[in-house]
């Protein structure tokens, strides 16, 4: 890549910058992304901005915690945005570093710098070790540490382990997240386009709306699934924003579309909510194949499918 | 009719007689019956053993009465004969008369011929009027007041109304039944054939067997037709017959096979089921319209489908 | 037992007669039975009355059968006459044999005396052996036998094996049942009284009304027991017998009413039916000790019941 | 209330101050903290640790706001924190108004300080309004303003209205919010103690988590609700925190724990979860009464109990 011309958009990606966040670190799993732009946006509504006007080919975002949950912007954002698809899904496990200008000692800190979400995970370490600490928020982890050196009044910043190589400073503390297994996931999301073929390991991801006069009504969302032997492996609730109460679902099931029992589950979803939104079937970070109870084989799907056509034409069903 | 030539298979209506039956009174109201030969049989194997054999176009037979339930031979015979079809319903209004030997007096009735049916729904008229009566079962409700003139210690039986159009008998009683409302419902049996078309007054007719060793299989069954708003007029279970505990179920749904949301569930039960047997569609007996949610319309379910495929095949889906 | 003083009612046990049927078989399995009177009677409501009026001290009859399913008659009258409780349950293989008056060869059987539900289980190998044989039915499986010898045209009669015992007749066949497994359940009913004590290998039945104007009620029903790991051993629906479509259902469930999730489902059911009806908590014939997940065990349902206490007390929940 | 001696703990109420924010606008609601001592703290951790430790009475936190959702950091410390109770709800309406120094043109801000959920909130004006803008984010709205007067790059900020009572500030823009329906849903937080009595229009949270292994776990959560006829008006998950995939679940529901059906939802819910911690019941903030079904009156279980002793007792059930 060369900056003699501007990156063709179906060379570059987007992703919440700048260099050396754990959203990079995502975008490094990414084979195809390699050699390729790296755009580095200021949130999420720019990264969506990016794919659907055409500007990147694709952008990669956090969209769950393991410790904080789902992060609400980007799910807002997908169920907003029309026109976008998740094409992968990314795990990088998350640990953060406390940093400062070299030359600084652990009891010379008072305020600490520090994102809010790093902030969060890293509060029990910094409770203990730096009781009387007071916290300035930052917008990114990077620009935590990067703020050491811009008139700020922090003494240390919460960082990602990389930042020592994009930035001069001392580590004066590894490990301080609570949580040494904490990992954030990542998705890479396009424009609408053909959905990959399956693999086995293949995640589902939707947006939900359930009618507003119908009470039970998630439960019997719950039963579209859960007749079919489909599993999920996220359920978030978020407010329509409109008045307190109404809420869509942030949904993830084990499987592909083109599995008969996440098609078929998919067909009562959509008869039975005011909205859903397919967001994309991807193969699974982890690679785990799915498992689900063989009554609910492609095989039992389409020999229901040819016995009923056999009734409806009125042939003898065989018996 | 005549009895020159044989009567032609096409041309025969089989029904448990003899003439004067409720099982007649049914088949009178058959329009395509009429003038044809109407061949009167024994029990309801028979009934079906014309009809797969051939012999009989159609079989008239009770199946449900409104004070005694099921008709468990009629029903454990569409669960095992293959090859039938059920193509219409059929209510009688069931009352009886207490008939005897003209000259015989109501006080001179010990002994009283009845079949099992019309004795168990006459008993509290009977145990009113002639506590010390001993009951002989018969065959049929006629045979009942025919066994009057046989060598039978009967003096007098229970019989439907009509009885006094074939028999010399005196009328001791009339409406004796213990329910003014009774009534039985018939159906016509064929052969597997062309589902008539549906009227939007129709019922369908399955039977259902559960998988064994699932707890909780019969409310799973329930919700394949609750999730599709469709809903049972009759629930009955028969035993398999191999052991206890183990059954079968008789389901008679509103709809036709041909509405979306009852071809759907059929789906969902075969899928679940290790046997579904498909006994017909056909118009309610009643002629009232199926009532059901909107959402549970047909196009519901074709727009769900067109969204599906629109995914499946890559395209944007609208929005 | 003399014949001299009239038997006294708390000595004297009612039954389906007469001797040598598959009842009295039953009730010779009862042990405070023996050496009692037995007094037999012709019908489920003489047995019910001779309880009710406190002329026994209990009636031993038939509820079920592994081929024929429940004995309407006898769910009918449970469900109908009030202050009955089933005290036991006791299991009888029934098996039948043909026979006829001494002399007679199988080729001269004609005419078939039989009770209907003997003839329904023993169709198959009279249509095999006697195809051309006409039916007439008889009140009880030794009335069938002993009509033999009073002025009737039958020619044979289909028999409970201990019938030789009692009559002066041959055997032409045994083991004509179509199942060999058959088995008729029976039940030994008394008035209310104590529970008897629960053995871990219980069962209680229940006749259960629905409420008529909502859809989905059964399912509702079924609920009450899933959600508590209740397991149906039975479930049977009986028209209420005032119009098509009315139903109550007749359960059987594994448990004691002293369980704790039995108790907890009994209430959920009072709660959301029109009618229910204790019919009593009573050994296992079989001595099968009931199975549950162990989230159902009564410590469970005691510890929520003293958590909720502390809550609604004020006290801390112990955290 | 003076500086002389420090303010008594029954007589402090904690809030996420500073003075001027939404959440010492929900405080002004509570008619018993009129005239006490109102202590600034500066998270959530600080404010529940104030209630734990005895230092005040109670505490004031956001919990849910109609556009961003639940507030992640209270709901997680409600999970975390023991010995807490909800004591009642308040609403404050949100929006947001620019301000910046006074003599600041519109067009001379470049960079906008706002706390990341009023940014949120406020987004589409700002991108509308400010195109180029950047963002420094703040630790809370009052804050956020206070930094103009700070070494801080910022030229406008994102405020509540009432700032101008506070801060020498000017107003560029009012209701710069997006939604101006938006509101903020606020809980007083106290130690365990006595619930307050029923009103009718009560409200009871929870904290649910799930059983690991068992697929369809939420859904039988939820069926312990709807069996009871209680309605859900919040179900949010959280992350447990040590794992991608497992989830406690934040509930409110209609009703109040002394209501018999939430009384015995609640046993259900011990029953099969792990772990349930009762918030507390209190009146809802809009008064509206809850509206259930009467077949899930009180009388309704109080006479099921009733029905259920008397059967253990060995009494008569009066039919």
Do not use: C, R, W
């Given at each position: 890549m060369t900056d003699a011309a501007p990156p063709r958009p179906d060379e570059t990606y987007s992703y919440?910058?700048?260099?050396?966040?754990f959203t990079e670190a995502a975008l490094k799993q990414v084979p195809e992304a390699a050699g390729k732009h790296w755009r580095s946006v200021n949130n999420v509504g720019e990264a969506f901005a990016d794919v659907t006007s055409g500007r990147s080919i694709a952008a990669m975002i956090a969209i769950?915690?393991?410790?904080?949950?789902?992060?609400s912007a980007t799910q807002d954002a997908l169920a907003t945005v029309p026109g976008l698809r998740i094409a992968g899904e990314y795990l990088v496990p998350v640990n953060f570093v406390l940093v400062a200008r070299?030359?600084?000692?652990?009891?010379?800190?008072?305020v600490v710098n520090a994102h809010p979400v790093a902030y969060a995970q890293s509060r029990r370490w910094l409770e203990a070790n730096l009781p009387d600490h007071g916290h300035i928020p930052a917008t990114s982890n990077v620009q935590a540490a990067a703020?050491?050196?811009?008139?700020?009044?922090?003494?240390a910043a919460v960082a990602p382990p990389g930042i020592v190589d994009h930035l001069d400073v001392e580590v004066?503390?590894?490990?301080?997240?609570?949580?040494?297994n904490a990992v954030t996931r990542f998705v890479l999301v396009t424009r609408k386009r053909a959905i990959p073929p399956r693999t086995g390991a293949d995640k589902t991801s939707l947006i939900v709306e359930l009618p507003d006069?119908?009470?039970?009504s998630l439960l019997a969302m719950l039963e579209q699934f859960s007749t079919r032997g489909v599993n999920l492996s996220l359920l978030e609730s978020r407010p329509i924003?409109?008045?307190?109460?109404r809420y869509r679902f942030v949904v993830d099931l084990d499987?592909?579309?083109?599995d008969e029992r996440v098609a078929d589950a998919l067909l009562g979803l959509r008869r039975s909510s005011p909205n859903v939104i397919f967001l994309g079937s991807y193969p699974r970070a982890d690679r785990r194949e799915v498992e689900y109870?063989?009554?609910?084989?492609d095989e039992i799907f389409i020999e229901a499918r040819d016995w009923l056509r056999g009734i409806l034409s009125g042939e003898p069903e065989g018996d």
């Open positions: 919440l910058g700048p260099a050396g966040t769950e915690n393991s410790v904080d949950g789902g992060v070299p030359g600084t000692a652990l009891d010379e800190v008072h703020s050491l050196f811009e008139s700020s009044n922090a003494d004066l503390a590894e490990q301080i997240g609570d949580n040494p006069d119908e009470p039970g924003g409109d008045e307190l109460g499987g592909h579309v083109e109870h063989s009554k609910y084989d």
